[in-house]
């Protein structure tokens, strides 16, 4: 009963934000069909926005998960996403009109999936995308030695409330710009993004110049999937192929059960490690289509593992004479994972590759 009482603001908030969020569904919808234009896609799957949701929940930002839930299609129209959730108290949600509820919603968004580890990597005075009229917002302060994120100048208090490949959500104490009700005869764009560090090198060009593949999001399923000796060799390299690689969009993984080269010598398991991964993205199909002999070049220089067809009688096709039992088990655009029997041996093959 006790539990119940305490939950009894919950019925007023969803109701409020889900009439809000009603209007804006049917006004947008009107504005798209209007302007002859298909709704955006949704890439991102509704299990995880439910999962973000309850994230949120369990953290405490209940007007942040209840909008998540009701309406995802405000924060999740890019492929990825960063949601930076205000506290409760901080969100003036009954007395905002529906519009700038929207504009809100989107401004505290970015069409990028970072973690707590990438915030703290970005330059200071950089800024970030919005989905919110290409307005951008500013990293205002980075202390990595404390673990501290500033977004124009409000501190980043609930890091990594949420993590799910193509989405992170973190806590923030207020909004990111002034929203005053009174100054909404402004106009439509109220919301006061800041400037960014001439000085500082962008957001923007530190995510074209660094390695874009998802390699948080493959550990995690490597862990939870029974590739553990694998993924903590990724883990144990990453830093080496982030430096290495920057720039790699797409990678094809063949991860063995078992990795027994962890006891070896430090260089040794970059080496093993590496050597499991091919720079380009290939499903099962694609490798089976290409002729037995092919070469695929791989992260360790001058190495390559090769298209070896069927292991004698068993059926299916293997790579350098390893069978790939479990093809395409896990992918996203970026990357690809294949099961295969045991680990590959390395060897030097002097063809040509692709």
């Given at each position: ?39 955006p896609r949704k890439p991102i799957t509704n299990e995880l926005s ?305």
């Amino acid at each position: 009963m006790a539990a119940c009482c305490t939950r009894w603001w919950r019925a007023p908030v969803y109701i409020t934000v889900s009439v809000m969020l009603a209007f804006l569904a049917i006004s947008t919808t009107l504005h798209s069909n209007s302007n002859g234009a298909l709704p955006p896609r949704k890439p991102i799957t509704n299990e995880l926005s439910v999962n973000a949701s309850r994230a949120l929940r369990e953290a405490g930002f209940n007007v942040f998960a209840t909008l998540l839930r009701v309406s995802p299609e405000l924060f999740l129209s890019s492929r990825n996403a960063t949601i930076f959730a205000i506290k409760d108290p901080a969100i003036p949600y009954t007395s905002l009109p529906p519009w700038l509820l929207k504009d809100l919603l989107q401004y505290h968004t970015s069409p990028l999936s970072l973690t707590m580890d990438d915030l703290l990597k970005m330059p200071q005075g950089g800024c970030l995308p919005t989905l919110h009229r290409e307005k951008n917002m500013a990293l205002t302060r980075i202390h990595l030695k404390e673990r501290l994120v500033e977004i124009n100048h409000v501190f980043v208090s609930h890091p990594n409330i949420f993590f799910g490949g193509p989405i992170s959500v973190h806590g923030v104490l207020g909004p990111f710009s002034p929203l005053d009700p009174q100054d909404v005869h402004q106009g439509w764009d109220i919301i006061q993004a800041p400037i960014c560090d001439s000085n500082s090198t962008l957001v923007s060009d530190v995510l074209e110049s660094k390695n874009m593949v998802e390699w948080s999001w493959i550990i995690r399923l490597l862990t939870s999937n029974g590739f553990v000796s694998f993924a903590i060799g990724l883990q144990y390299v990453l830093d080496d192929v982030l430096e290495d690689n920057r720039g790699l969009d797409s990678v094809t993984i063949f991860a063995p059960p078992n990795l027994p080269f962890l006891a070896f010598p430090s260089p040794l398991i970059k080496q093993i490690v590496r050597f499991h991964i091919v720079p380009q993205r290939f499903t099962y199909q694609e490798l089976a289509g290409l002729p037995a002999g092919t070469l695929l070049m791989t992260l360790v220089p001058g190495l390559y593992l090769e298209v070896t067809g069927a292991v004698s009688f068993k059926r299916g096709m293997a790579i350098n004479r390893v069978q790939i039992v479990a093809p395409d088990i896990f992918s996203s655009d970026s990357f690809i994972i294949h099961g295969i029997s045991r680990a590959f041996h390395m060897v030097q093959l002097p063809k040509t590759v692709i």
